[in-house]
């Protein structure tokens, strides 16, 4: 932004901020955004530097300053909300998960002592419960859900 931008908040946008602050209910970001809001807000007569208000609220100067530049863009909410994040969404659910850890707690093959991930993954595989998946793949979701090998 090269230059400070001064931003001003009506009295409205104060009392959302305050209310947001005061209630405690809010997520820890929305939280600390609010209170980088109202410590920037010079309609108060209060002329903070940023890094006043970064050590204030405990954050670095250039959140102060992405705050500030998404408040000016796109108003309130815009600088209190995250964009989202991109990326693809997570190819195994809960159900593809929760037949993975059924199947592991059944019986294993004919000729097998018990299930490894290998034939884990291949008997989600051939069951069609999905179009591919790694031995690894079935390590990282049978460690998340801290189920037993089974057997």
Same mark, same amino acid.
């Given at each position: 932004?090269?230059?400070?931008?001064?931003?001003?908040?009506?009295?409205?946008?104060?009392?959302?901020?305050?209310?947001?602050?005061?209630?405690?209910?809010?997520?820890?970001?929305?939280?600390?955004?609010?209170?980088?809001?109202?410590?920037?807000?010079?309609?108060?007569?209060?002329?903070?530097?940023?890094? +006043?208000?970064?050590?204030?609220?405990?954050? #670095?100067?250039? *959140? $102060?300053?992405?705050? =500030?530049?998404?408040?000016? &863009?796109?108003?309130?909410?815009?600088?209190?909300?995250?964009?989202?994040?991109?990326?693809?969404?997570?190819?195994?659910?809960?159900?593809?998960?929760?037949?993975?850890?059924?199947?592991?707690?059944?019986?294993?093959?004919?000729?097998?002592?018990?299930?490894?991930?290998?034939?884990?993954?291949?008997?989600?595989? +051939?069951?069609?419960?999905?179009?591919?998946? #790694?031995?690894? *793949? $079935?390590?990282?979701? =049978?460690?998340?859900?801290? &189920?037993?090998?089974?057997?």
């Amino acid at each position: 932004m090269g230059k400070h931008t001064p931003i001003e908040r009506t009295s409205e946008e104060r009392t959302e901020l305050e209310q947001l602050i005061r209630t405690g209910n809010a997520p820890a970001r929305p939280h600390t955004r609010a209170r980088i809001l109202l410590l920037s807000d010079r309609s108060q007569g209060q002329k903070r530097t940023d890094q +006043e208000v970064a050590d204030a609220v405990l954050c #670095s100067r250039r *959140t $102060v300053m992405n705050v =500030r530049r998404r408040f000016l &863009s796109g108003g309130l909410q815009a600088a209190l909300s995250d964009k989202g994040w991109p990326g693809a969404p997570p190819k195994f659910t809960g159900e593809v998960e929760t037949k993975l850890t059924m199947l592991a707690c059944s019986e294993p093959p004919a000729g097998a002592a018990r299930w490894t991930l290998r034939l884990l993954a291949d008997k989600m595989v +051939e069951l069609h419960y999905v179009d591919s998946m #790694s031995h690894g *793949t $079935v390590g990282e979701i =049978r460690k998340k859900t801290k &189920s037993s090998r089974g057997g």
